[in-house]
């Protein structure tokens, strides 16, 4: 295996685990979760969306938790952006990046964002100009890439062609969403070696979901290609509420676990990371799904 000696993982809980859950959790214990995390040696925290909050009621308090938690200086603070609108609050609450995001395929765009591929473009050009005016980083998500709940297949063709226009409005950094966990390591072998043709691999991130228990697997095969940017959601909670059946992230635990104990270094304390796992499971009033904390509640049993 061609392994990396560290792996940035990209922590997306506060943002994508909890933008799906129907209780509301308090803006307070948000801001505690995301202090805790900030805390557990995670150098990216995606924190919230300034989304509509009809669309996503959970993270209606984008601005006050933005604005509220403790900063450290190098971490960096990201937040979903849509439009304009959003950039203004993103803007007002200072995040560092600002995180813009599409579909590789029609019609979870449509379901996800309301617009079509190409009305998206000219939505996302002043929000990506703005936010680089402003001093901010700019990352570029692609949804269905190995998959969409509606279509079905999506070609590789599709993926690059939304990416290379998103490059070219000046992305960053994209990362590539298998929305839905659909994809298997032979398909993410074969879309990201193509992929890889086009993009240098420092600018590419993966963000697996297991809704099939696909994620780490495709977490090593793009390890293999030379990848070291990962999304995961701590405790693996997660699910795009426009994509029926999306189930939780690649859970941060489960990432944190097989690469230290592969050698991989993520400058993250395990100690700490499931002490904020711990906490906002308390706060959601369910279990975690992830492998590693059904490890510690039976430890905890003992
Ligand atoms: P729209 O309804 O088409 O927007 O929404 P509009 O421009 O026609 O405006 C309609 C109303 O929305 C207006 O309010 C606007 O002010 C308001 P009204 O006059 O009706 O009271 N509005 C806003 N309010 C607050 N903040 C804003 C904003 N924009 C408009 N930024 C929009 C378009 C994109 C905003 C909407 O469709 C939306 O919010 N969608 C949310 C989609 C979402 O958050 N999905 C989940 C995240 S994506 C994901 O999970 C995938 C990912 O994890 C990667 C992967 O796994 O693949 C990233
Ligand atoms: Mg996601």
């Known amino acids: 295996m061609n392994l990396p000696s560290s792996v940035t993982i990209k922590e997306v809980g506060p943002r994508d685990g909890l933008q799906n859950e129907k209780h509301f959790i308090p803006t307070e214990d948000k801001i505690e979760w995301i202090n805790m995390l900030s805390e557990s040696g995670l150098k990216y925290i995606e924190i919230t969306s300034f989304v509509n909050p009809k669309w ?61 591929i190409v009305a998206t473009f000219p939505v996302l050009k002043p929000v990506i100009q703005e936010a680089i005016v402003a001093g901010k980083t700019v990352r570029g998500y692609v949804s269905t890439v190995f998959g969409c709940p509606y279509e079905g297949e999506v070609s590789t063709d599709a993926v690059l062609s939304v990416s290379e226009q998103l490059f070219a409005l000046g992305i960053q950094e994209l990362s590539l969403g298998d929305t839905i966990g659909v994809a298997n390591p032979r398909q993410v072998e074969k879309a990201l070696t193509e992929i890889l043709k086009h993009f240098p691999q420092e600018k590419i991130a993966m963000h697996f979901h297991d809704t099939r228990g696909t994620a780490l697997a495709n977490t090593l095969v793009a390890l293999n290609l030379g990848i070291t940017k990962f999304d995961s959601s701590l405790g693996g909670l997660g699910g795009c509420p426009y994509a029926p059946g999306a189930s939780g992230n690649l859970a941060t635990d489960d990432l944190h676990y097989m690469l230290e104990n592969m050698g991989v270094e993520t400058g993250i304390n395990r100690d700490q990371l499931i002490n904020a796992a711990l906490f906002i499971e308390k706060k959601l009033g369910k279990l975690l799904p992830s492998h590693t904390m059904q490890i510690e509640r039976s430890q905890n049993c003992h």
């Open 56 to 116: 996503i009621p959970q993270l209606a308090d984008a601005i006050q938790v933005a604005k509220s938690i403790h900063r450290e200086n190098d971490i960096t603070y990201a937040a979903l952006v849509p439009n304009e609108r959003g950039l203004q609050g993103a803007l007002e609450a200072n995040v560092d990046e600002v995180a813009v995001f599409m579909s590789a395929s029609e019609s979870h765009n449509l379901k996800n964002i309301n617009k079509s």
